[in-house]
């Protein structure tokens, strides 16, 4: 079977404007999905779901999360640490204060708690931008890291300084605390994931995503056609937060179990999910999750490769790692700025046209 | 012809024009110490093709400025459908049905030539946040009936071959088109044009030509445009109003205009010598 759109005419301003127009890339979507919930939940087990596919699922959320303000509206963040720190501690205030509730409703307003946060933070870019706006967010970074250290209220007043999420249940099966299944914690990532995806994706592909892009493009010409530069960026950053917090609370929650804010949600979180991004694709739902995929491969990768393959020692498999990265960011900005997802694109412009290019 | 009855006019060619849609007052704008705009006034009529022209410099884009709002003149008052503009931002300027193109183009680069006219209709759209996360129902039928308009200014502007191109790709012409595509997606009410045909070819420009009165004929649009070309100014326009370093020096239809001394001075004297 050829890849192909011949043959297969759009009859219709709604079949034109659907997610993936062409059948093979609609076939292996429900692959994806097929694959995603009704297999790898029945093989998954400890190794997998904590080194690759836990991990990777988070991740994906806060790079599209980050994707959406910053791929799409423009806004250059580097607090997504931070802001997944919100996610995070609000998840746990949320789980102690109120025992009974539902996990997934705890996650729901952790998102919510740090979308509110993100619109705080964001109301400073609609006077300041490009570097002076990075710099804004970084200082938010530094200062809610401070925050969460510092008043013991948010960490309940333990000792450790540490969060520690206890054991809640859904349906019968546990999905935090130590005695969670992998599969469970696969599971219950993956479904947020995928709602998370597919809102995602409806807000990039109608009016709000073209306000984003607009101011994103040229915030001049945006005013011009009736654009709020205002409440354009605020959305941005709210929905963009709501992703980044829903992150931060399975990351803690699900993910990690107990959490130091610092060392979970330090500046390095930030810069990690930047180059998701950068690496994925800025402006591309698809670009998040390559770009999460590939950070989240690269080093479990590596570290089979060279010290379980070659037996070398792990700080100099840490550090070539960190040399890759390195570079594949400088390549990516120079070369292609819209990342893994460009690339895809071209390699299947290549393979519509295929055997005859011309 | 009969420019001056507060009721209308009938031009030349049989079309209707109606009384004043938008009066500028008295506006004085200044940079600094830089006097763009000094102490001017004048009207546009509704279904009228009015031009603005100038040498370089003579502060024709800082008047579409004031209009859309982009400066606030220091004096001067803007009256749009009878009623004194309070001071508003360029949005809301959008959002009362006055739609413009400019001097340098401003289209999204990132983005295809149909999501770029789509976004000309954003003032149009009502569906939220929530309704665009959900897609299904509110959001989806939103965007079809908007798309299918879309595809009729399209029809119009003959641009169909270059629907899904990323606007960065196309040439300087094709942009212009798309640039005013975009304005039309608004269906305004008023429509600025700030130098059409400017760096256009002669093909280019008889189309341009063509689409700015079909648009007006068609669907009633009232046009203000700045033009250099005076050969297209007195084919298109009903009136003209003429500047120079900030002032008015003419205003009235374009053979009152050309054959107005202080004009030939000022402004044909120096591009046709
Ligand atoms: N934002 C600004 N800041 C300072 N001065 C400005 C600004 N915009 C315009 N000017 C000045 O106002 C005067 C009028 O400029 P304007 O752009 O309106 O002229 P124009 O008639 O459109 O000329 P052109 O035919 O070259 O487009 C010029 O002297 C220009 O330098
Ligand atoms: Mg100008």
Redesign the interface.
């Known amino acids: 079977m050829f890849y192909r759109e011949a043959g297969d005419f759009k009859t219709?301003?709604?079949d034109d404007?659907q997610t993936f127009p062409i059948r093979f890339d609609r076939m292996r979507y429900y692959a994806v999905l097929v694959l995603g919930f009704g297999i790898l939940p029945f093989v998954m087990n400890d190794y997998w779901a904590n080194a690759v596919f836990v991990p990777f699922l988070i991740y994906a959320i806060a790079a599209i999360g980050l994707n959406i303000l910053t791929g799409y509206c423009g806004q250059v963040s580097l607090g997504t640490g931070g802001f997944m720190a919100v996610g995070a501690y609000a998840c746990y205030k949320l789980m102690t204060a109120f025992p009974w509730m539902p996990m997934p409703v705890n996650v729901l307003l952790a998102g919510l708690v740090t979308a509110g946060v993100g619109v705080l933070f964001g109301l400073p870019s609609l006077r300041i931008k490009g570097f002076y706006l990075a710099v804004a967010t970084l200082a938010a970074q530094f200062f809610l890291v401070w925050l969460f250290n510092k008043v013991p209220w948010f960490y309940n007043y333990s000792a450790s300084g540490q969060i520690t999420a206890p054991e809640r249940t859904l349906l019968g099966v546990a999905v935090t605390g130590a005695s969670t299944p992998a599969w469970a914690k696969y599971l219950f990532c993956a479904v947020f994931l995928f709602a998370l995806a597919w809102?995602a994706r409806?807000?990039t592909?109608?009016?709000?995503?073209?306000?984003w892009?607009?101011i994103?493009?040229?915030d001049?010409?945006?005013?011009?056609?009736?654009?709020?530069?205002l409440t354009t960026k605020l959305?941005a950053f709210a929905?963009s937060s709501f992703y980044i917090g829903i992150a931060g609370a399975l990351f803690f929650a699900v993910y990690l179990g107990a959490a130091e804010v610092g060392e979970a949600f330090g500046i390095q979180k930030s810069f990690l999910i930047l180059f998701m991004v950068i690496i994925g694709g800025l402006?591309s739902i698809f670009g998040s999750f390559a770009g999460a995929a590939f950070l989240v491969l690269l080093p479990v990768l590596l570290k089979n490769l060279l010290v379980g393959g070659l037996g070398w020692p792990t700080d100099l498999a840490a550090h070539i790692e960190l040399m890759i990265v390195g570079a594949l960011i400088i390549v990516f900005l120079i070369l292609e700025p819209h990342g893994l997802a460009q690339l895809w694109r071209v390699a299947k412009e290549k393979l519509r046209l295929w055997p005859f290019p011309h | 012809m009969n420019a001056m009855n507060p009721e209308g006019y009938v031009t030349a060619d049989g079309r209707k024009i109606g009384g004043v849609l938008m009066e500028m007052k008295n506006i004085t704008l200044r940079f600094g110490g830089v006097k763009a705009i000094t102490d001017i006034s004048f009207d546009i009529r509704e279904g009228e093709i009015r031009a603005i022209i100038g040498p370089n410099g003579a502060g024709k884009s800082s008047m579409l400025n004031v209009i859309s709002g982009f400066y606030v003149p220091q004096e001067g008052e803007v009256w749009f459908h009878g009623k004194k503009r309070a001071p508003m931002k360029p949005y809301q300027v959008a959002q009362q049905g006055i739609a413009r193109t400019f001097q340098n183009i401003a289209l999204f680069e990132g983005m295809s030539v149909l999501d770029n006219i789509m976004t000309g209709r954003l003032t149009l759209m009502k569906s939220g946040l929530m309704d665009q996360a959900m897609w299904w129902g509110r959001a989806q039928r939103e965007e079809t009936e908007h798309r299918e308009k879309v595809e009729k200014i399209i029809d119009f502007l003959e641009i169909q071959h270059i629907r899904k191109t990323p606007v960065g790709r196309l040439p300087y012409g094709l942009k212009k088109r798309v640039e005013l595509a975009r304005a039309l997606a608004a269906e305004p009410k008023l429509l600025l044009l700030d130098e059409p045909m400017a760096g256009m070819n002669v093909e280019e420009k008889e189309d341009m030509c063509r689409f700015i009165l079909d648009v007006n004929d068609e669907f009633g649009t009232t046009i203000t445009l700045i033009e250099h070309d005076m050969g297209v100014v007195m084919d298109l326009s009903d009136r003209v109003v003429v500047m120079d370093y900030g002032k008015k020096i003419g205003d009235g239809p374009p053979d009152e205009v050309r054959s107005n001394p202080d004009v030939i001075n000022a402004y044909l004297g120096v591009s046709h010598d």
């Open positions: 219709s301003y709604v404007s809102l409806n807000l592909r109608g009016t709000v995503g073209r306000k892009m607009a994103r493009d040229m001049i010409a945006a005013e011009i056609i009736g654009v709020n530069p959305s929905v402006g």
